[in-house]
């Protein structure tokens, strides 16, 4: 949940320039519209960095830091030690500062930002290294949670999970346009998804609070999830039988760093489950039947809440 302790930490005109970049969605355009701060505020979008950055300057004033992030150039105002900057929903002192999707610091090199379980350079001020984050055509920030719409995919992440689903006119224009009284403008020119793809979820935890390697073991992963009552390994085959009395076959494809179940035969909440280890993480992401909708009112937490339970029982 949002710290709102933590968000009003920051001196007054720092917390309203953070509070405007969670407010307004940002929209990656080369160039602005010659708006001022007033009217950029009142169409309720930021045509571009360059737009954000005016409003944030009118407000906080500061010194202009040239960072790198995003994919390229990435501007950012310091000001009494603070540091705000367009895509930052919180102004970043020498405290960590928990913010409405995730936790953010300020530390060499930069802005680290730390969401579903891992710990990120997010923009980086001393330029030497390679640029952090990857590019995106859209942003913005829910009351929990930030949106990012990029190459027709749009991913949901907040302090506990990311979602993947399609980007499409009409979800936008559902949980964006209509939710924030937006202009259609915002969405025009973006790319959307090519092929509809499932739609998926992942959750992380560091490998250090699994005490051992049963991670490795798909089968008992499988037969740990509540749902599940018993589950048989046969060579490349995992059966399982649910709660529920159903029977259901995964397919099982096993690697040096983990392994994948795809659903083979019967019906199930995932089509397929994967672990991996990450660097220091256990990562767990599950492809949703196309009758699970991850954006339903409080479904991306009950399944955040269900798949990181299975990572906790493995430590």
């Known amino acids: 949940m949002t710290d709102f302790h933590a968000l009003s930490a920051a001196p007054a005109r720092q917390g309203r320039a953070a509070a405007t970049v969670r407010r307004l969605p940002l929209r990656r355009h080369a160039e602005g519209r010659g708006f001022d701060k007033d009217a950029i505020v009142a169409s309720g979008w930021f045509h571009g960095v360059g737009e954000c950055l005016d409003v944030l300057t009118a407000i906080v004033g500061g010194n202009l830091v040239s960072g790198v992030a995003f994919g390229g150039p990435w501007p950012l105002l310091a000001r009494d030690g603070w540091l705000v900057a367009p895509a930052l929903p919180v102004a970043v002192g020498t405290t960590p500062v928990v913010g409405t999707d995730a936790e953010y610091s300020q530390r060499e090199p930069g802005v680290w930002r730390e969401a579903a379980g891992l710990e990120e350079l997010i923009i980086a001020t001393d330029g030497r290294g390679p640029v952090p984050g990857g590019a995106f055509d859209l942003l ?78 798909a089968r008992l992963v499988l037969e740990t999830r ?22 259901v076959v995964f397919a099982l494809e096993e690697g040096r760093e983990g392994w994948r179940l795809d659903l083979r035969e019967g019906a199930y909440p995932f089509t397929a489950l994967a672990l991996r280890r990450r660097g220091e993480m256990l990562c767990l992401r599950a492809t949703l039947d196309s009758g699970v909708d991850p954006l339903a009112q409080g479904m991306r937490g009950r399944l955040a809440f269900d798949l990181r339970s299975d990572l906790v029982a493995l430590g």
Request: avoid cysteine.
């Open 226 to 247: 509540t749902d599940v009552r018993s589950a048989q390994q046969h060579s490349d085959e995992v059966a399982a039988k649910t709660e529920h009395g159903d029977e």
């Open 140 to 217: 913005w920030f829910g009351d929990n949670e930030r949106y990012v719409v990029h190459g027709g995919a749009l991913e949901v992440e907040d302090l506990f999970a990311v979602v993947r689903v399609p980007a499409t006119p009409a979800l936008l224009d559902r949980i964006l346009l209509r939710a924030r009284r937006v202009e259609e403008d915002l969405l025009h020119g973006l790319r959307w998804a090519d092929d509809a793809f499932p739609a998926e979820i992942e959750v992380r935890r560091s490998s250090a609070l699994s005490s051992d390697d049963r991670w490795r073991d």
